[in-house]
């Protein structure tokens, strides 16, 4: 691993290069606030309740690492779930309940196999059955797993009356259904705990959980506070939203108050819960703080803590941290020159970001350094392409596709690229609807339910909505419309009279995913350039109008009512199979979406290396069974996956 | 009882410290009931001695002298029974960063407040400074005098204390952890923009306040960029924190 291409911090990374001392404070207040969670619901739950801690910094100084060495320093004894605010999207409490859900599903550690559910769950028992419930969390679980039917429902009953008879505002029947996951068939857990996590479920998974419809609204604060209850056991939640700069919408402070709103009912009403915030200090104290009202500053910003920048001593141990993950490190201060250290030492002001991008730059040398802004953009947007893609692959792997709220938010951010106006239709909280209007106006819908009766109820608004203005239904096609869906498939049929029904593609999904998360890492200054700057985020929204050519794509020519030469999804071309069988294409087959970087580097592990020229030769021969997306990026279409 | 522990609060106050046989002779009955009193009240109690606590003496010490040896320390703090004891208190002190350790006019260890030392950033700027207004001077030696800037500026001119001064009252009247540094120097009138933005600067040296990047999403006005000092990378500092 070379430490020095991990420029903005992976907050889920087992592999964290830390020097202790820099940042303490705020780990070491977020910590406390956890520890005096854990087991207070035993000692004393009446006086259980819930922190907030907001933690403000300049970008690149380290609160996303914060996150990450927390993980490592608390192990099973919290359990971490990370939000980050979806561009033109509200806050609101089934967003958190959903992503807190999918948090649980990841494991404590990426080489063991307990997840953090296993860990709250299993701790909640053992409080139950007389323990603090912190210990062996796991080996509670593993017993009770042992036991027959009749004396797991026994355990079972008595933990709820446990919880009854202390909390009286736990959620009883949603709480039942969590406790019976750990010991049910892996299809109905995986069902169950989407029903948990207020999701729609089809109706075949429905009936595997017993159950007619989704959460409802009303259920879902209740469940919340159940889960801050009864994770305080053994792993409390610690709830933290990142990058909340991305909040910030010029003069409209919607989503702004929005999150206030949310935070301050957590914070009142959802006990055990460890709330935390992070975002630039220059937009919060500009933006975010004077929109408050005094109720909501005096929760949010209860306790504040700054990231700072490194001592001399501090920078001295990262460089010397850093280079030790190197495999054939020198003494200190290489990478850089005695020269280099000079200036670093001596600078005002120093973030690690900073200090890592120029140890990369003297590790690569001059030459090696991208210096065209555009070309550092395409590397950029390369990687980013792949991690959506890993993304939306999860996604589909877990849920049939990609969630609606993402979805609609990515579609989002294409639109506010364009000149069009654009006007959020829906309630309050399901932004998924818009008008937006051009030469004319017209209405967009992300039609991504699952269940057929909200896809029905669905297109009947859309129906509705249509009489007036030409309509635009988006699903992914991962999400084909059952023909056993009667209804839906009449409502279809008229929704294509009048309207355009668009099937998007995978990789026009991983697209607009990673055209989502750019944006944001933008706003969020977490693009930089090869001096450690941050690239302006109105030069980005540029460049992925002029060298993405995001405007011209077939996909936003359509949602603008422009010509495009493809009135019909395209067919998919095979490619010639005796083409696949040179290594790049053949690889290529298996990836799919790959950069001409990532093929290079798999044929180098597998022995088999090629120059940049001859990957591109071998990948050219394909025709147009090959997209490329860029330069650098290329898709195969109807690979064989 | 609160007439008496107020004359014997006075008391050890006015000497540093005093034996407790003495300070509590004819009071055998109500030691415990006293001795804790004069603990509520800010006074600390030794195997012999009830004294002003040694943190406090030593911080006092150093405040009105600007340096104190660490050598023969012990004799200065009033009611030290042990040399273990003091060196206890002065490590307490430099960990906290109150004080720390500097080499003295002497040459000798002494102990000064942390804002009295030149810190490692400027140390390790200073060292090739030295080196190379050393050769120079020395170059000047055989030749002729060395210009003013190419010697007095690689020393860095003396700090502006009024100018810092200005600056920290001004920090310290806008309140808050996070202060806008636009609003901090548009309120100095009296120094060009180029000595504000120094003085700024040797004051983060100094660990009084620290400097941050523009983090904004282009919020800064450009009026407002202009008062602010930048990194010689040209990064936007608009932020300070007050750190003591």
Known sequence: MNPFDLEHADPWT????????????????????????????VEQPDSLRAHSILVLGPAGAGKTHLFARLRRSLGPRAAFVLLRPELGAVAHPRQVLAMTMEA??????????????????????????????????????????NLDEAAREEALEETLIFIENHFEEAELGWLETLLRTPFMRRPTQRAAL?????????????????????????????????????????????????????????????????HAHLVAELFDTVRGMVVVQMALDGVWQRHVSPALTEAQRSRLERKLCFTRMPTTDERQALVTAWAAKLSEPEPFPWPL????????????????????????????????????????????????????????????????????????????????LTDAEVEATSGRH???????????????????????????????????????????????????????????NELRQEVLRTGVWIDLELSRVQELIALHDFLAAARSQDLTLDDGTPVPAEMVRAWLRDEVGALTWPLSKRLLGQPTDEASPPAHTEPPLEALKDEAPALLAELGLASLERLMRELRAVGTPQSRQQVRRSLEALGDAVTWLSPELVYLRGAPR | ????????????????????????????????????????????????????????????????????????????????????????VVEVAVTEAKLTRAIGNAGAVVLVQAAD????????????????????????????????????????????????????????????????????????????????????????????????????????????????????????????????
Request: one cysteine or more.
């Open chain 2, 117 to 244: 030392v030149v810190d490692e950033a400027t140390t390790a700027k200073l060292a090739p400074a030295v080196e190379e207004a050393h050769r120079r001077l020395k170059a000047s030696a055989r030749r002729s005098l060395p210009l003013r800037r190419t010697v007095l500026e690689l020393l860095g001119q003396p700090a502006n204390r009024d100018l810092e001064a200005q600056l920290l009252a001004r920090i310290q009247a806008l309140r808050g952890p996070l202060v806008s540094v636009a609003q901090v120097v548009e309120a100095i009138e009296s120094a060009p923009l180029e000595s504000i933005h120094t003085a700024l600067l040797e004051l983060a040296s100094a660990g009084r306040i620290e400097l941050r990047p523009e983090s904004g999403v282009g919020s800064l006005s450009e009026d407002e960029a202009r008062l602010c000092p930048r990194t010689p990378d040209g990064v936007c500092l608009s932020y300070l924190r007050p750190l003591r």
């Open chain 1, 337 to 416: 020159s005695p020269e280099d250290w000079t200036r670093i030492a001596g600078a005002a002001v120093m973030t690690p970001r900073m200090l890592m991008k120029a140890c990369r730059d003297a590790l690569l040398g001059e030459s090696e350094v991208a210096s065209d802004p555009g070309q550092h953009l395409q590397e950029l947007w390369a990687d980013g392409l792949e991690r959506a893609q890993a993304a939306v692959e999860r996604a589909a792997k877990e849920y049939g596709g990609v969630p609606l709220d993402r979805l609609a938010s990515a579609i989002w951010a294409l639109l506010a």
């Open chain 1, 194 to 258: 989407s029903w948990l996590a207020g999701l729609e479920l089809n109706a075949r998974e429905l009936k595997r959980v017993g159950y007619t419809e989704r959460l409802s609204e009303e259920r879902i604060l209740p469940a919340l506070r159940t889960l801050g209850i009864i994770a305080s056991f053994g792993a409390p939640i610690l709830l933290v939203f990142d990058q909340l700069e991305n909040l910030v919408d010029g003069e409209d402070t919607t989503r702004v108050l929005a």
């Open chain 1, 14 to 41: 087992g592999d964290l290069v830390d020097v202790d001392s820099l940042n303490q404070e705020a780990s070491d207040t977020i910590k406390d606030a956890v520890l005096a969670v854990r087991g207070h619901s």
């Open chain 1, 104 to 145: 649980l599903r990841r494991k404590v550690f990426a080489e063991g196999d307990q997840r953090q559910l296993d860990i709250v769950v299993g701790a909640l028992f053992g409080a139950a059955r007389g323990g603090t419930g912190q210990r062996f969390p796991h080996m509670v679980l593993e017993e009770l797993g």
């Open chain 1, 430 to 488: 399901d932004r998924h609807q818009w008008e937006v209007t051009t030469d004319e106006k017209r209405l967009i819908f992300v039609l991504q339910q699952t269940h057929h009766t909200s896809v029905a109820a669905a297109l009947r608004r859309a129906i509705e909505r249509g009489k007036k203005h030409p309509v635009i239904i988006l699903r992914e096609r991962s999400m084909p419309i059952p023909s056993g869906w009667k209804a839906v």
């Open chain 2, 1 to 88: 009882m609160e007439e008496l522990v107020e004359a014997l609060v006075e008391r050890v106050r006015g000497e540093g410290a005093v034996r407790t046989a003495i300070l509590l002779e004819g009071h055998d009955e109500a030691r415990p009931e006293l001795l804790e009193a004069l603990a509520r009240r800010g006074l600390e109690r030794g195997e012999k001695h009830v004294r002003v606590p040694l943190g406090e003496q030593l911080a006092l010490l150093v405040s009105s002298l600007g340096e104190v040896p660490e050598k023969g320390l012990r004799k200065r703090l009033a009611g030290a029974e042990s040399a273990d004891e003091v060196n206890h």
